[in-house]
Nanobody, 124 residues
Framework: QVQLVESGGGLVQAGGSLRLSCTASGRTFSRYVMGWFRQAPGKEREFVAAIRYLDSTTKYVDSAKGRFTISRDNAKNTVLLQMNSLKPEDTAVYYC?????????????????WGQGTQVTVSS
């Protein structure tokens, strides 16, 4: 079993930055893909970014490219999402997810474990 705990959400003004952290426990993650998704009220859960532990391959949604950076600390079983130049449309609950297979995917159904979510609110 895998447990994921997110932290780092909050309220920030447009143009500001936040760093989300996801700490994993329960299994080794050397072969895992870790991802961040977000869900705004009334909208479907959306892929934001993912990283593969084995080789640090990353993938981003187009709206996050150039603004968000996903990284991992293998020793701490932690995945970070640095979010810069935040916009009001980035407002959502952000979820950390883990996929226990090598292939990178962007759909939520491809991930096996989920955190409880952390709120990010960007004011205009």
């Amino acid at each position: 079993q895998v447990q994921l705990v997110e932290s780092g959400g909050g309220l920030v003004q447009a143009g500001g930055s936040l760093r989300l952290s996801c700490t994993a426990s329960g299994r080794t993650f050397s072969r895992y893909v870790m991802g961040w998704f977000r869900q705004a009220p009334g909208k479907e859960r959306e892929f934001v970014a993912a990283i593969r532990y084995l080789d640090s391959t990353t993938k981003y949604v187009d709206s996050a490219k150039g603004r968000f950076t996903i990284s991992r600390d293998n020793a701490k079983n932690t995945v970070l999402l640095q979010m810069n130049s935040l916009k009001p449309e980035d407002t959502a609950v952000y979820y950390c997810a883990a996929r226990s297979r090598y292939e990178m995917v962007v759909h939520a159904t491809g991930f096996d474990y989920w955190g409880q979510g952390t709120q990010v609110t960007v004011s205009s």
